[in-house]
């Protein structure tokens, strides 16, 4: 028997009648709904482990087993306090469901697909959903704070601020401004230093998980480092405190910054906990608001990513169905015919795929190309792709900008199929689950359904990555005269001017680019195209010497 099946069965309870909830892996707290007010003596909850779930899609190792022994850790604390918990593996949550005696209930998962799977058993009445009460806004709050769609998530931040009172003086923000974005896009050289995050003991039941996972699921891309695995309230707990009292003080003002010294600068790296719920958004936002240490830049820049992007984006996923809903969300030409399943490896089937929707197709722009093998890992020789790319496939997390301003950014320029970046994230990242997923990187990072969610398509050149970052320093390319990244971006001005003239926030780079004499646009196309198939190809075909581009 494995060390976790003996440790929960030492708190095995007699058979009395309780009232059973189905706890999905994004629920792992007692801080919120039925297991937060009723008595543990008269609750049960079943938590199920799905190994075709994990085998789906390429998940990163690290992803799975933070998943996994959490939801493990997660059983043995409501165990402890008299909860009885059933923990069971099946091959899909619907058969663990159904083999249950009686009728269940469950807060509503907040990933689409957990929610499609379960739905036959909340029509059938085996299953009966209750609100999930983490989230800190409803869709009234987006849809009051507005009228769209477009959407825009500062319209919402402003509303949901007022309503809920956060970082406001009565009617008015703290400080006299909603946002202190402005101050907050300072490179960082150094100083202060970046916090190193911490490292966690590896208990029984973690060891464990990660032997299955390197046993079951070691084909997954990703390195696997159990001791970065926050499993325990108490690692949690630790993860949070180095946060508030190393990250947060110099949050602010270093939001932007990126830097091969540091892979998190500033940023918290409690996504993934958050959106496991081990850590609750509403914690989050009362510790970080009333903490003295945290200048009000910081609290404000902070608050805005969780009160504001955060729920914002979830309310966008929820009023499009995932972007379903949307024209093209079908279209067989933003992928190769036959193409329609779950998941691809290195621009391949990935065999654990199955039949499905696979998600949304919209392609805004008619971007179509395939994502170039530089994202699972072949070197490309840019150094900002290189290195961004090294961080994710080691700590399955980078933080916003790099997220942004690299690896969508690039694939913006490279016209890359909306979908297949979104699929690459889905799987790349520790935080990912397509409610978030999707809209940051179909919406926000590839402009995939236009101006829908955000102003503009969030592309730059050289100059913007060499301002924020130390990157070009170290790469083959100069950024002011070789770098192919900056006639990448005005290729792509060129290619969608017509679709990109409404963009206000576009004009000035449209003027720039009109005024480019037809033979940098002949060498900006020609960039454009060379760069693409050579990346496409691989590192050795990306042409590398100075003065080609
Ligand atoms: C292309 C792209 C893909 C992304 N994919 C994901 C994803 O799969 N999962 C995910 O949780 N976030 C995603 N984000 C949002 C954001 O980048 C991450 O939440 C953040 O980088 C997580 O690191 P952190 O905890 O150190 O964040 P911090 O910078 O410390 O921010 C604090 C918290 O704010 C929240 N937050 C900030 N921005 C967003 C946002 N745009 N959407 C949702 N939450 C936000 C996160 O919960 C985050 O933990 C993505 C952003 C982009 C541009
Ligand atoms: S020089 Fe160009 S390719 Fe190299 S790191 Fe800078 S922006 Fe990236």
């Known amino acids: ?18 009232r059973w909830l189905f706890v999905p892996y994004d629920q792992l707290t007692d801080a919120v709904g039925p297991l937060s007010r009723e008595p543990a003596g008269e609750l049960g909850v079943l938590l199920v482990e799905c190994p075709e779930k994990a085998a789906r899609r390429p998940y990163h190792q690290q992803k799975l087993a933070l ?12 165990a402890r306090r008299g909860v009885a918990v059933r923990h069971v593996v099946a091959s899909s949550y619907a058969a663990a469901l159904a083999e249950h005696p009686g009728t269940l209930e469950a807060m509503r998962p907040a990933e689409r697909e957990l929610r499609s799977e379960l739905a036959p058993l909340v029509d059938s009445g085996k299953l009966r959903l209750l609100p999930h009460e983490g989230w800190l806004t409803t869709a009234e709050d987006f849809q009051s704070a507005q009228i769209g769609p477009p959407w825009r998530m500062d319209a919402f931040y402003r509303y949901v601020r007022r309503r809920l009172g956060i970082l406001m003086d009565g009617d008015r923000p703290l400080g006299g401004r909603f946002s202190f974005d402005a101050e907050n896009r300072q490179p960082w050289g150094g100083d202060p230093p970046a916090p190193t995050p911490p490292t966690f003991e590896v208990d029984d039941v973690t060891l464990e998980v990660c032997a299955l996972v390197r046993e079951r699921f070691g084909h997954h891309p990703g390195t696997l480092t159990p001791d970065r695995l926050p499993a325990t309230l108490a690692d949690v707990d630790r993860l949070w405190a180095w946060a508030r009292s190393e990250c947060l003080p110099s949050f602010g003002p270093f939001e932007d ?33 009333t ?23 979830r309310h966008v996923h929820e009023a499009t169905d ?16 036959g193409d329609g399943g779950y998941a691809r490896w290195a621009g391949k089937p990935w065999p654990g795929s199955q039949s499905g929707d696979g998600g949304s197709l ?13 994202y699972w890992g072949a070197r490309s020789g840019l150094n900002c792709l290189d290195t961004v790319v090294a961080a994710v496939w080691q700590d399955a997390y980078s933080h916003h900008i790099t997220r942004l301003m690299v690896l969508a950014n690039l694939a913006m320029l490279l016209n890359v199929s909306p979908r297949e970046l979104t699929d690459w994230f889905w799987v790349a990242y520790v935080d990912a689950y397509d409610w978030v997923v999707e809209p940051n990187v179909h919406g926000m990072g590839s402009f ?25 320093e170290g790469c083959r390319f100069d950024p002011k005269t070789t770098c192919p990244v900056t006639p990448l971006y005005w290729a792509y001005l060129h290619r969608h001017r017509d679709a990109l003239a409404s963009v206000p926030r576009l004009k000035l780079p449209l003027a720039a680019e009109a005024k480019r004499s037809a033979a940098q646009r002949e060498r900006d196309a020609r960039t454009y195209e060379a760069v693409s198939a050579g990346l496409t190809e691989g590192e050795e075909h990306l042409p590398a010497q100075k003065g080609l581009f």
């Open 448 to 472: 995939g359904v236009g101006d829908l969610l955000t102003t503009k398509p969030y592309v730059a050149g050289a100059a913007y990555i060499d301002r924020m970052s130390d990157y070009c």
């Open 362 to 374: 919209t392609s805004h722009l008619g971007a179509a190309r395939p994502l170039p093998p530089a």
């Open 67 to 78: 998943l996994l022994t959490s939801m493990r850790h997660f059983a043995l604390e409501q």
């Open 1 to 18: 028997m494995s060390r976790f099946r003996e440790l929960l069965r030492a708190y095995e309870l007699g058979a009395q009648p309780r």
């Open 291 to 313: 903490d003295p240490r945290i200048p009000l830049a910081s609290q404000e820049g902070f608050v805005r990513q969780v009160l504001g992007w955060r729920e914002y984006m």
């Open 257 to 289: 910054a990126m830097s091969t010294r540091s892979r998190g600068l500033f940023h918290t790296q409690v996504s993934a906990l958050l959106n496991l719920q081990r850590l609750s958004a509403r914690r989050l936002l009362e510790d970080v608001t």
């Open 322 to 337: 995932g972007f379903r809903r949307l024209a093209g969300a079908t279209s067989p030409t933003a992928r190769a015919p």
